[in-house]
C-alpha cells in the first residue's frame, strides 16, 4: 500500500511528556501538511510543507509544538510538554503541487490521549 | 478568514432515502469545494470536487453543486445505502490572493454523522 501511513496510530502519555509522531506522504507528493481534529469536529490546520520549507504555520501551533520535514520525505510532529488540551487526532496530509486542486490524500491519524 | 458551515448532525435515513447535507461557505478568492468521507475506523477520503462556479461533482452517486451566488455547495444523493454511513466533511481550499505559501490548504466544516438504517 502506498498511501499516507502515521505511527503510532494511537498514543496515551501523561502530562507534562514530550511525544513525537512520523508522517510518510506518498512517495511523490511534495507537500505534506499536519491537521489536528478534536471530537467531534472538522480537522485545523496546522502546519504545511513543501518539500523540506515549512512554508505556513497556524496560530494554532503554540511554541510547543514543532514540525520537521528534514529531507522533503517524511515528517515529524513533536509536542513538548503536553497538556490534557493537546488530546486530540493528528492528521497527515500530502499532494502534489501541480495545481491547486490536486487532491490531498490523508493518512488515517495519530490519536492522542494526555492523563 | 476563511470558513465552512456545514448542518449538523446526526442524520439518520433509512436505505433507499433521500439524503441531502447543507454546505455553505465564506472565502476570499475564488476557492476549490470538496466533500470528504470518513468511514469508521478509516481515514478521511475524497468523496468529490468542483473547482468553480456551476461546476458538478459526482462520485458513488453523489453529487454537489458549486453555487457561487448562494456560497453553497450541498451534499445530495438520491438512495443511500447502509455502507453510506459516515462522517461527511465539506471543505474548501482558497489561496490567500497571490501568496504562495497558501497551497492547497483545506477549510473544513464540523462534519455531519450520516446512519443509514436497513
Known amino acids: 500500500d502506498t498511501g499516507v501511513s502515521q505511527d503510532p496510530r494511537h498514543k496515551i502519555t501523561k502530562r507534562g511528556q514530550n511525544v513525537t509522531f512520523r508522517c510518510d506522504p506518498i512517495?511523490?507528493?511534495?507537500?505534506l501538511y499536519w491537521y489536528r481534529q478534536t471530537l467531534g469536529q472538522g480537522p485545523e490546520f496546522l502546519t504545511y510543507?513543501?518539500?523540506?520549507?515549512?512554508?505556513?504555520k497556524s496560530r494554532l501551533l503554540s511554541d510547543r509544538f514543532s514540525a520537521e520535514r528534514p529531507k522533503g520525505s517524511f515528517s515529524t510532529l513533536e509536542i513538548q510538554r503536553t497538556e490534557q488540551g493537546d488530546s486530540a487526532m493528528y492528521l497527515c496530509?500530502?499532494?502534489?503541487?501541480?495545481?491547486?486542486?490536486?487532491?490531498?490524500?490523508f493518512g488515517q491519524g495519530t490519536r492522542l490521549t494526555v492523563v | 478568514g476563511n470558513s465552512v458551515t456545514q448542518m449538523e448532525g446526526p442524520v439518520t435515513l433509512s436505505e433507499e432515502a433521500f439524503l441531502t447535507i447543507n454546505c455553505t461557505y465564506t472565502?476570499?478568492?475564488?476557492?476549490?469545494l470538496f466533500w470528504y468521507v470518513q468511514y469508521p475506523g478509516e481515514g478521511l477520503q475524497l468523496l468529490l470536487k468542483?473547482?468553480?462556479?456551476?461546476d458538478k461533482g459526482s462520485n458513488k452517486g453523489f453529487e454537489a453543486t458549486y453555487r457561487k451566488e448562494t456560497t453553497s455547495f450541498h451534499l445530495e444523493k438520491g438512495s443511500v445505502q447502509v455502507s453510506d454511513s459516515a462522517v461527511y466533511f465539506c471543505?474548501?481550499?482558497?489561496?490567500?490572493?497571490?501568496?504562495?505559501?497558501?497551497?492547497?490548504?483545506?477549510?473544513f466544516g464540523g462534519g455531519t454523522r450520516v446512519l443509514v438504517k436497513p
Open positions: 472565502a476570499t478568492g475564488y476557492p476549490s
Open positions: 468542483a473547482t468553480k462556479a456551476d
Open positions: 496530509a500530502s499532494s502534489l503541487s501541480r495545481t491547486r486542486e490536486t487532491e490531498a490524500f
Open positions: 471543505a474548501l481550499s482558497a489561496p490567500q490572493g497571490l501568496i504562495k505559501a497558501a497551497g492547497n490548504k483545506l477549510t
Open positions: 512517495s511523490e507528493h511534495n507537500r
Open positions: 510543507f513543501q518539500n523540506e520549507a515549512q512554508l505556513e
